[in-house]
């Protein structure tokens, strides 16, 4: 009796073992719906902020087209602002600074941070010609959060403001 309470163990955990395992290599094979657009390497997930806004067709694609424009220049003028802000430190840290160079490495840097400036601008201004006054407003907030420095949106997002939930009671007592 002991042997067949032993077998029926063993069969059992080998085929709650397989069933495991069958779950596992299915999720691993299972389709994923993902946004298949050629995305520069590292982009951010534009696809989400558009289903965020209830996008859809050829608005869709306009907005996700327009955002990633933003993204690639933004990109390239971050990185040209970050090496002119290297070449400035170095520069003025050296042991004879050249105030004509410090003067032109200023300038270059307020010409890259001004295209920043315009590229941003011009990109909100073409989404909102694809959006519905509606979806602008859901624009805008999503915006807010990304300037307040989060980086989520959605329904589980931080308040624009960034404030806290209770933020304007008092912290409670501290424990000595």
């Known amino acids: 009796m002991k042997r067949s309470w032993v077998w029926v163990a063993l069969l059992l955990s080998l085929g709650v073992n397989i069933g495991i395992l069958a779950t596992l290599g299915t999720a ?16 951010p997930p534009f696809a989400r902020m558009a289903d965020h ?8 694609e306009q907005f996700l087209t327009i955002q990633e424009d933003l993204f690639k220049t933004t990109r390239r003028h971050r990185q040209e602002l970050e090496s002119l802000r290297r070449e400035l430190r170095r520069e003025v840290v050296s042991q004879q600074p050249d105030a004509a160079r410090v003067e032109q490495l200023l300038e270059e840097s307020g010409e890259v941070s ?23 407003q859901r624009y805008f907030r999503v915006l807010d959060r990304l300037r307040a420095g989060g980086r989520r949106f959605g ?16 912290p409670p007592p501290r424990e000595k």
Not at 155 to 167: E, F, K, L, M, Q
């Open 53 to 60: 806004l209830g996008l859809e067709g050829e608005t869709r």
């Open 114 to 136: 001004r295209r920043l400036d315009r590229a941003m601008v011009d990109s909100v201004l073409a989404t909102r010609r694809v959006l519905t006054p509606e979806q602008q």
């Open 28 to 43: 691993r094979f299972r389709e994923r719906p993902r946004y298949d657009g050629a995305r520069p390497e590292g982009a």
């Open 155 to 170: 329904p589980h997002a931080p308040p624009p403001d960034g404030r806290r939930p209770h933020a304007d009671r008092p």
